[in-house]
């Protein structure tokens, strides 16, 4: 028969390697960045530009040309950096070149869901802005 002074320090004892167990598992998250890259995956892009244009141009994301929603921990989302100088417009393509989402507008400190984009699907994302410095991040 087990007395219940053993059973409180079984307990004890579990609780102790959980805890060990949880705070090592969260330093790898936060310290590891593969790891941290594949559970919480974002692409920055810092885009100046120097004068006000109609047209549309290619955003690159961290040196790439297009975004590979390869995971289920992406949120599909843009954000417009709360330190960017206005709104701007964006519109996604396909690896085909057709229009998957119009043109929408996100402005400074907010964020736009995107919705209807599948895994494992290229996609190209295109600015329209005004004059200024924009930092953009896909979550």
Request: aromatic share 10%; hydrophobic share 40%; proline share 2%.
């Amino acid at each position: 028969m087990v007395s219940g002074k053993s059973k409180i320090i079984g307990l004890i004892g579990l609780v102790l390697i959980v805890t060990i167990v949880f705070v090592c598992s969260y330093q790898i998250y936060l310290n590891v960045g593969i790891v941290h890259n594949y559970f919480s995956p974002k692409l920055t892009s810092v885009i100046d530009a120097e004068d006000t244009t109609d047209e549309w141009n290619p955003i690159i994301f961290d040196g790439k040309d297009s975004i590979d929603y390869d995971t289920i921990f992406w949120d599909k989302a843009i954000i417009n950096d709360a330190n960017s100088d206005r709104n701007v417009l964006l519109r996604v393509k396909d690896a085909e070149g057709d229009i998957v989402i119009e043109e929408f507008q996100v402005s400074p400190g907010t964020s736009k869901h995107l919705d209807g984009l599948i895994k494992d699907t290229k996609y190209f994302f295109e600015i329209k802005a005004e004059e200024g410095q924009f930092m953009l991040n896909a979550t």
